[in-house]
């Protein structure tokens, strides 16, 4: 979804310098000033887009839900979930929106429990309900939340790994870990061997 710096618009850039502001700092935390400087632009240019911060943050909310309505679209309804090139976009550009809905859950921001239903529901839609007493959306939810707990133990999960989380590197071996964790069963079949093989093999794999 995301295009080279140069190539975006200047409301585009501020909208992605939030979502870094947003979830390195928190609303409170993130500042007009702060978020201008990020995006290259004046802090009134920021208010003429989106008025408030707050006009910022629900913009960001509503980028995010779009955001990973399309990646599931593309990568498990189009069958991308399998291409390497997919897989490589995904751990370029997921990071800064998944630490942007991390935060917002733990700050209690305004959108956050709207995202996460939204994110259990996209997850339920491929779940199997292998056990039929546990409500399928209950399954989703609870795997929903075990994954965007990865991203809060951002800073303990680089020191395990040797590399930080967020790198290239430190994403593919956090995907890989999850896949060979996750039951294969939970979804429908194929999903996982072919997220599997999309994802580049880490350094650590290889030696």
Not at 118 to 128: F, G, N, P
Not at 141 to 151: D, E, Y
Request: proline share 6%.
């Amino acid at each position: 979804m995301e295009t080279p710096e140069s190539d975006l618009t200047a409301r585009a850039r501020i909208r992605d310098a939030a979502l870094v502001e947003f979830g390195q700092r928190g609303e409170k935390g993130a500042t007009i000033r702060t978020i201008a400087a990020r995006a290259g632009v004046s802090p009134g240019l920021v208010q003429f887009h989106f008025g408030t911060k707050s006009g910022l943050r629900a913009t960001c909310d509503a980028y995010v839900l779009e955001y990973l309505r399309t990646e599931v679209d593309l990568g498990i309804d189009q069958g991308g979930i399998g291409d390497p090139a997919f897989a490589a976009e995904a751990l370029r550009t997921g990071p800064p929106v998944t630490r942007y809905l991390v935060r917002a859950l733990i700050d209690g921001s305004p959108g956050a429990d709207a995202m996460f239903d939204e994110v259990v529901d996209l997850t339920a839609r491929y779940l199997r309900a292998s056990d039929p007493s546990v409500p399928l959306r209950a399954k989703a939810a609870v795997m929903v939340a075990m994954k965007l707990g990865i991203s809060a133990f951002a800073a303990q999960l680089s020191r395990s790994f040797g590399v930080d989380l967020y790198s290239p590197e430190g994403m593919s071996l956090s995907g890989r870990a999850q896949l060979d964790l996750l039951n294969p069963e939970l979804s429908e079949p194929g999903i996982f061997e072919q997220a599997r093989q999309s994802l580049p093999a880490t350094d650590q794999e290889q030696s």
